[in-house]
């Protein structure tokens, strides 16, 4: 009897040594970020900035990947997909919850196919145009609408974008009509402003701020409702547009099926990233307010709250779902 209590004790054992051997394990190998966009835009400079600080926290390299194509669904799908393992991971953007929105069906679930982990930061976006262009103010900008529908154009990072609805949300409001210049993001809607091919700017300050800074830039507006302290000076686009505001963010998340020991792990090495003075500056020079979450699951109610607000501004702004 002695004997046989003696080897179930060490079996015991044994299974228990192994699981903790095998929840310590994680990580043992590199990890991929995966981010929905162009090289030198908003998602992918967050990304890197995080990255290095993911790598000293996690004891394992985090490496930036990206995944470019339809407003970031591109990216969404590939990891929703992926092994929950904690290897793969995303950068998401507002634009996945205005992509929840605006389409009526994706190849993944916006909420419900990833393990949120935690936001990064929140942000307003500028409305800009070329320092070359005629236009002074926004109300420059509507009246020319006004007097030429169709005529003036403006850019996205891709076609359900957040900056796509920040511009169907401007002209709807407005009550004029624009022309939308979707794009795959990065540098190339930066590009054409300046070279005048395009006449409006809706995006992320990590994007405009340097051209402003530069001269290149005239901003018109920011997108919050109240003056923001990244961008001193520039009046709120509600100032014309009474009531209009749009503010976007940043997070990560893993796919659906990530185990809890994983989610805490990833959650606690990247609050100890944000809570890093460099990268906060860092972070702010973007033009975004580092905003964490306190569990995995306030990042997902915050979400689908974005959804529904977005599903709310479509209704109103009278766009069709697609």
């Given at each position: 009897?002695?004997?046989?209590?003696?080897?179930?004790?060490?079996?015991?054992?044994?299974?228990?040594?192994?699981?903790?051997?095998?929840?310590?394990?994680?990580?043992?190998?590199?990890?991929?970020?995966?981010?929905?966009?162009?090289?030198?835009?908003?998602?992918?400079?967050?990304?890197?900035i995080i990255a290095p600080g993911l790598s000293k926290e996690l004891g394992?390299?985090?490496?930036?990947?990206?995944?470019?194509?339809?407003?970031g669904n591109i990216a969404s799908a590939a990891v929703a997909k992926s092994?929950?393992?904690?290897?793969?991971?995303?950068?998401?953007?507002?634009?996945?919850?205005?992509?929840?929105?605006?389409?009526?069906?994706?190849?993944?679930?916006?909420?419900?196919?990833?393990?949120?982990?935690?936001?990064?930061?929140?942000?307003?976006?500028?409305?800009?145009?070329?320092?070359?262009?005629?236009?002074?103010?926004?109300?420059?900008?509507?009246?020319?609408?006004?007097?030429?529908?169709?005529?003036?154009?403006?850019?996205?990072?891709?076609?359900?974008?957040?900056?796509?609805?920040?511009?169907?949300?401007?002209?709807?409001?407005?009550?004029?009509?624009?022309?939308?210049?979707?794009?795959?993001?990065?540098?190339?809607?930066?590009?054409?402003?300046?070279?005048?091919?395009?006449?409006?700017?809706?995006?992320?300050?990590?994007?405009?701020?340097?051209?402003?800074?530069?001269?290149?830039?005239?901003?018109?507006?920011?997108?919050?409702?109240?003056?923001?302290?990244?961008?001193?000076?520039?009046?709120?686009?509600?100032?014309?547009?009474?009531?209009?505001?749009?503010?976007?963010?940043t997070g990560v998340a893993a796919p659906k099926g990530t185990s809890p020991?994983?989610?805490?792990?990833?959650?606690?090495?990247?609050?100890?990233?944000?809570?890093?003075?460099?990268?906060?500056?860092?972070?702010?020079?973007?033009?975004?307010?580092?905003?964490?979450?306190?569990?995995?699951?306030?990042?997902?109610?915050?979400?689908?709250?974005?959804?529904?607000?977005?599903?709310?501004?479509?209704?109103?702004?009278?766009?069709?779902?697609?």
């Amino acid at each position: 009897m002695i004997k046989k209590i003696i080897f179930s004790l060490l079996i015991s054992n044994i299974f228990l040594a192994g699981s903790c051997l095998a929840q310590g394990a994680y990580p043992d190998k590199p990890i991929t970020l995966i981010q929905g966009f162009g090289a030198g835009g908003n998602s992918d400079t967050i990304a890197r900035i995080i990255a290095p600080g993911l790598s000293k926290e996690l004891g394992h390299q985090v490496v930036v990947e990206a995944k470019t194509g339809a407003g970031g669904n591109i990216a969404s799908a590939a990891v929703a997909k992926s092994p929950a393992d904690g290897y793969t991971l995303i950068l998401l953007t507002g634009g996945h919850a205005v992509s929840a929105a605006v389409y009526s069906k994706l190849a993944f679930n916006p909420v419900d196919d990833f393990e949120w982990i935690s936001l990064v930061t929140q942000f307003p976006f500028a409305v800009s145009v070329s320092s070359e262009s005629k236009f002074k103010t926004l109300a420059d900008v509507i009246a020319a609408a006004k007097a030429a529908p169709d005529t003036i154009s403006y850019t996205s990072v891709g076609i359900g974008s957040t900056q796509h609805l920040s511009g169907e949300l401007f002209a709807s409001m407005a009550g004029v009509r624009m022309t939308h210049v979707p794009y795959k993001g990065g540098a190339g809607p930066l590009q054409d402003v300046l070279g005048g091919r395009v006449d409006v700017m809706f995006d992320s300050i990590t994007v405009t701020k340097a051209q402003m800074e530069a001269g290149k830039l005239r901003a018109l507006g920011v997108t919050s409702l109240k003056p923001y302290k990244l961008l001193p000076g520039v009046p709120p686009v509600a100032e014309t547009i009474p009531g209009y505001e749009v503010t976007s963010w940043t997070g990560v998340a893993a796919p659906k099926g990530t185990s809890p020991e994983i989610q805490k792990r990833l959650q606690t090495a990247l609050l100890k990233v944000l809570a890093d003075p460099e990268v906060i500056a860092k972070l702010e020079n973007t033009g975004g307010i580092v905003n964490t979450s306190i569990s995995g699951n306030q990042m997902k109610q915050f979400v689908s709250g974005q959804i529904a607000k977005w599903r709310k501004v479509l209704a109103t702004a009278g766009i069709a779902q697609q």
